[in-house]
């Protein structure tokens, strides 16, 4: 008898059993679809709590929250070097690091600021040229 034979065999049905669910996965009918001729209900948005609002507007929402959270994220930074330069117990090391994290906070507080700008301004133009 042949090592791993009873893990052919596993396998074949295994595959088997893929097989046959995912004929009856496919041959199942799409509850969700529309019969030719049928209009989808206009109140349909308000009951799966999808929004009406502009599709330009809600993009500009998420810039808006993503830029954010990483403006607190920068802050963070900055009070984080902060505090490593008042526990530095004039350690030139550590107030070094401390310099570098005060540093690293700003330049990012800097881009986050400055590509909120140019988003804010990119979204309002594009709000402006096709409305």
Not at 16 to 28: N, T
Not at 72 to 98: C, H, Q, R, S
Request: charged fraction near 10%.
């Amino acid at each position: 008898m042949r090592k791993g034979g009873g893990n052919m065999n596993k396998m074949k049905n295994l595959v088997s059993v893929m097989a046959i669910g995912m004929s009856l996965l496919s041959a199942a009918p799409a509850l969700a679809q529309l019969t030719p001729g049928e209009v989808m209900p206009s109140n349909i948005q308000p009951e799966l709590g999808l929004s009406s609002a502009d599709v330009r507007v809600t993009v500009a929402r998420i810039i808006r929250v993503a830029m954010g959270l990483l403006g607190i994220i920068a802050v963070v930074i900055v009070l984080i070097g902060g505090f490593t330069w008042m526990a530095a117990g004039g350690n030139d090391e550590k107030v070094g690091e401390a310099k570098k994290w005060i540093f690293s906070g700003i330049i990012g507080l800097a881009i986050i600021l400055s590509a909120y700008g140019i988003a804010s301004f990119v979204i309002n133009q594009l709000i402006t040229a096709t409305t």
